[in-house]
């Protein structure tokens, strides 16, 4: 049975989440400069535009249509033309690396640091999203490999409120919204005291 993600805090969308490992992977690309909880909706939508979403199908897709899916209304990213492109990069290199399978990036993967290093070679994932997704695939979706939180680093300490991986609730994403706030102040002042 598939474990039964809040990240969207919509339940038509969770479930699309909980359901299909790939729309999951999407969400994780759509998360970035823009609200967790609509980067992670963001799959559904998509879902209701082009249908059942598989790495081949997105890979495949005339590049003009997947932009216009993206565009909406409403729009799936605040920049839905260069976010089409990432995704449909990702699924072009989930056939080409894993026939497909999103899943195998992380079930073949040796080790905790294997599954990081396999996330980070997608294109446009740089540390963060790979340790950020390690953790969820950790926290939430029950991988056990080995290493796994210090493959996540940060992301992936008990009880921590970081990142999308730790959403379980609107109280756990209103904390990971007031830590990644938190975090842009500081930034912030740092930057000033410069």
Request: with cysteine.
């Amino acid at each position: 049975m598939a474990p039964q993600l809040t990240l969207a805090q919509d339940p038509d969308a969770d479930r699309v989440l909980s359901e299909n490992p790939l729309a999951l992977l999407i969400g994780m690309v759509l998360d970035q400069q823009f609200p967790m909880e609509r980067a992670f909706a963001g799959p559904a939508l998509l879902t209701d535009r082009i249908g059942e979403i598989t790495a081949e199908k997105i890979a495949e897709y005339d590049h003009d249509e997947l932009v216009a899916a993206f565009t909406g209304p409403p729009a799936l990213h605040r920049y839905p033309r260069s976010m089409a492109e990432r995704v449909q990069a990702v699924c072009r290199a989930i056939v080409e690396d894993y026939g497909g399978d999103v899943t195998r990036i992380w079930t073949e993967a040796a080790d905790g640091r294997d599954v990081f290093r396999r996330l980070k070679a997608l294109p446009g994932w740089g540390d963060m999203k790979a340790k950020i997704f390690t953790a969820l695939l950790g926290k939430q979706l029950g991988l056990d490999a080995e290493g796994w939180r210090e493959a996540a680093g940060d992301y992936g300490d008990e009880g921590s409120r970081r990142s999308i991986a730790d959403v379980v609730d609107p109280v756990t994403l209103a904390e990971v919204r007031d830590f990644k706030q938190a975090q842009k102040k500081a930034a912030k002042a740092a930057k000033a005291e410069a």
